[in-house]
C-alpha cells in the first residue's frame, strides 16, 4: 500500500476551516441518522404522533421504549428535521416524518425498513473492498450474490419486495403520467415487482392492455386484482434474460437495468427488442445522474449499487451503448419530477 505523502501542508488548524472540520465529521456520522430512522419506523414513531404531539415519556409508555434514550434519539432526528421538538419537550411531525407513517398512500416506511436493513448496512461497510476488488462486497459479506441469497431467504426477499415497492410508489404514477402512452396496445413491464407501475399506467390509460413478468415469488403478490383492471392484464412469471411476452408496444424496465452489468443489460434489452411490435417503444426508468459536482440522487443509489450488485446508474453514453448492442437507439430522455428519468428507445 503507497502512502501519499504531500509536499504542501495547508493550515487545517484555524478557524477558517472549522466549518469544513466540523461537516466531515457530521457526515462521518452518517450511520447513525440511519440507525435513528430504522429505529423510529420499527416503533411506529409517526404512527403514535399521528393524533397530535407527544413527549418522549408519552411515547416510550406506548412502544416499551426508555424515555430518556428515545429522547436522545429524538433529538437528533429533530435536528435532521425529521420530527420537531416545542419548548414543551413534546415532538411533532413533520412534513418528512408523515412519510414514515405506515399504511398512508405515498408511504415511505417500508422503504427506510429495506434501506437501513443489514443487506444494506453491512455491504456498506465493505466499499472498501468493494472498490479494492471492483466486486460487490454483498457476496464476500453474505455468502452468496445478492439475488441468489434473496432466493434462500424468503424474509429478506418479503423485506426487498415491500420496500421495493414502497420505494417505488411515489414514483409510479408520475412516470405513468410524465410518458405520453398510446392510447391503445400492450405494456410490457418486465421485472414489475408486484406491478405497480402497471398499475398505474394502465388506471390512466383505460385503451391500454398489460402484462407483469417476473419472478413467480413477486408476481404472486401483485397488485392488479382490482375491478378497473379486470380484464385487462396478466401476470407471466419467467426469466427476462430469455425472452419476454412478444407483441408489447410498450416495454417499461423500471429499476431493473441498474441492477445488473453490461452484458447482462444487453441481454434484457436485447429480449425486449426482439418482443417489440411494430414502433413499439423500450422505456428505461432509472436514476441519470447529472454530470458535475451538483448533487444527485443517483449518485448515491449508485454507491449502493456498487456494493450490492454488479450495475450501476447510467448515463446518456453509457446507455447509448447498451441499446446500440441490443438493437436499439434512444430517442430521448423525459425528466420526471422524482429522481428517476424515462430514457425512450426504438429499434435501431
Not at 505523502?5 to 478557524?15: F, I, K, Q, R, Y
Not at 388506471?203 to 392488479?224: E, F, K, M, T, Y
Request: aromatic share 6%; charged share 20%.
Amino acid at each position: 500500500m503507497n502512502t501519499p505523502n504531500p509536499t504542501d501542508h495547508p493550515d487545517l488548524t484555524g478557524a477558517a476551516a472549522h466549518a469544513g472540520a466540523a461537516h466531515l465529521i457530521e457526515q462521518s456520522l452518517g450511520h447513525l441518522y440511519s440507525a435513528a430512522l430504522r429505529t423510529a419506523a420499527l416503533h411506529h414513531l409517526a404512527d403514535h404522533l399521528a393524533g397530535g404531539p407527544r413527549t418522549a415519556a408519552e411515547l416510550a409508555r406506548l412502544t416499551g421504549t426508555d424515555a430518556v434514550f428515545l429522547r436522545r434519539a429524538l433529538r437528533y432526528l429533530a435536528s435532521r428535521e425529521v420530527f420537531r421538538e416545542d419548548d414543551n419537550g413534546a415532538f411533532h411531525l413533520t412534513p418528512t416524518a408523515q412519510f414514515l407513517r405506515a399504511g398512508v398512500p405515498g408511504s415511505l416506511r417500508d422503504a427506510v425498513l429495506m434501506l437501513t436493513d443489514e443487506i444494506f448496512v453491512r455491504s456498506s461497510s465493505a466499499l472498501d473492498e468493494t472498490i479494492r476488488t471492483g466486486a460487490p462486497g454483498f457476496a464476500k459479506v453474505f455468502g452468496a450474490p445478492f439475488f441468489e441469497y434473496l432466493q434462500g431467504a424468503p424474509k429478506t426477499r418479503e423485506l426487498f419486495d415491500s420496500g421495493m415497492a414502497a420505494f417505488s410508489e411515489p414514483i409510479d404514477d408520475l412516470v405513468a403520467s410524465a410518458y405520453p402512452f398510446p392510447e391503445r396496445g400492450t405494456v410490457v413491464d418486465v421485472g414489475g415487482g408486484r406491478g405497480g407501475l402497471l398499475r398505474h399506467i394502465l388506471l390512466r390509460h383505460p385503451g391500454l392492455s398489460g402484462v407483469l413478468l417476473d419472478q413467480a415469488a413477486a408476481v404472486q403478490d401483485h397488485v392488479l386484482d382490482s375491478a378497473e383492471l379486470a380484464g385487462r392484464w396478466r401476470a407471466e412469471p419467467g426469466d427476462f434474460f430469455t425472452s419476454v411476452p412478444d407483441g408489447g408496444d410498450v416495454y417499461v424496465l423500471k429499476h431493473v437495468l441498474h441492477d445488473w452489468d453490461d452484458a447482462s443489460a444487453v441481454r434484457i434489452l436485447t429480449a425486449c427488442r426482439h418482443g417489440l411490435a411494430p414502433d413499439g417503444k423500450v422505456l428505461v426508468v432509472d436514476s441519470v445522474p447529472a454530470p458535475g459536482n451538483a448533487p444527485h440522487p443517483g449518485k448515491a443509489l449508485d454507491v449502493a449499487m456498487m456494493t450490492l450488485v454488479t450495475g450501476k446508474e447510467r448515463g446518456p453514453k453509457e446507455l447509448d451503448d447498451l441499446f446500440a448492442r441490443a438493437g436499439l437507439r434512444r430517442t430521448r430522455i423525459l425528466p420526471t419530477p422524482t429522481f428517476a428519468s424515462i430514457v425512450e428507445a426504438v429499434a435501431a
